[in-house]
Every structure is written in C-alpha cells, then in structure tokens.
C-alpha cells in the first residue's frame, strides 16, 4: 500500500488544542466511526460508544486477548478500524516503523488512563469527531 498523508501526532483538548470545536468541519460525522479497543481499554467504552452510533469492538470480545499491539494493528486496518488504546509508547513506535515502509493503518487514538469510563469518553468523543473514516488514515492523535 502507497500512503497518501504522513502520520501526523496531534494533541486534542489541551490550552494548545490545534483546532476548536467551532473550527470543525460541520460536514465530518461524529458517529459511525469503526473502531478497536485494544485489550488495555475498558469493555464499557465500546458500549458507550455504540450506544452513540460508533461500530465499536474491543480485543477483549472477539478473541484478541495476548495479540501482539502488531498484530493488533494490522488487523484493525485491515478492517478499517481506528484503534483506541492506552498503549501510547508501542503504538507510537508502531505508526512510525508502518511510515517509512507505506504501510497504511485506519488511525491511532492513544488516550489517556482515567479512572472513570466516561470520563474517558468525553476525552475521546472529540478526538474522533475530528475528521470521517477516512480522513483518519495514518493520523495518531493523543486524547
């Protein structure tokens, strides 16, 4: 696969936000992303998240426990699913081996532990109302 746009490493929800909520393209949809919650997510994030019109699956639920965060990766683009994890070091290093080689993947979220779920969520929600499914391809952004 050729990549089309560089990795790009963004911080969304800070002081030094790069973009506005009332700088975001009123045409990207905030739901119906697909994404992958790797094995360190918590379940519920996935429920909430359907429960907001994302196709959401976790690791945990379809098998993928003790995957490899590479096998994981391949297998969420190969499904065109962004990943949301709290792996953010292996999954750095991921993106950036993937870019000089042109391999492509969905999109990377690496979030943040919190304590609460939700809380969680409302750090998350507006990281991927960013930009559609495909505008997501080969971005990394940090929530």
Same mark, same amino acid.
């Given at each position: /696969?050729? %990549? %089309?746009? @560089?990795?790009?490493?963004?911080?969304?929800?800070?002081?030094?936000?790069?973009?506005?909520?009332?700088?975001? @393209?009123?045409?990207?949809?905030?739901?119906? !992303?697909?994404?992958?919650?790797?094995?360190?997510?918590?379940? &519920?994030?996935?429920? &909430? !998240?359907?429960?907001?019109? #994302?196709?959401?699956?976790?690791?945990?639920?379809?098998? =993928?426990?003790?995957?490899?965060?590479?096998?994981? !990766?391949?297998?969420?683009?190969?499904?065109?699913?962004?990943?949301?994890?709290?792996?953010?070091?292996?999954?750095?290093?991921?993106?950036?081996?993937? #870019?000089?080689?042109?391999?492509? =993947?969905?999109?990377?979220? &690496?979030?943040?532990?919190?304590?609460?779920?939700?809380?969680? &969520?409302?750090?998350? !929600?507006?990281?991927?109302?960013? #930009?559609?499914?495909?505008?997501?391809?080969?971005?990394? /952004? #940090?929530?």
């Amino acid at each position: /696969m050729t %990549s %089309s746009q @560089p990795t790009e490493f963004r911080t969304v929800g800070t002081e030094n936000d790069w973009t506005s909520r009332r700088e975001r @393209p009123s045409n990207v949809a905030s739901t119906g !992303l697909r994404v992958y919650l790797d094995e360190d997510v918590d379940v &519920l994030l996935a429920r &909430l !998240l359907n429960a907001r019109g #994302y196709d959401a699956v976790c690791a945990s639920e379809i098998g =993928h426990v003790a995957w490899t965060d590479k096998d994981q !990766l391949e297998w969420a683009a190969a499904e065109s699913r962004i990943v949301i994890t709290h792996n953010r070091i292996d999954f750095e290093n991921l993106a950036k081996s993937w #870019y000089p080689e042109s391999k492509e =993947h969905a999109g990377i979220v &690496l979030a943040m532990r919190r304590a609460n779920t939700h809380d969680l &969520l409302r750090r998350v !929600l507006p990281v991927l109302a960013i #930009y559609d499914q495909a505008g997501w391809r080969n971005v990394v /952004m #940090y929530a």
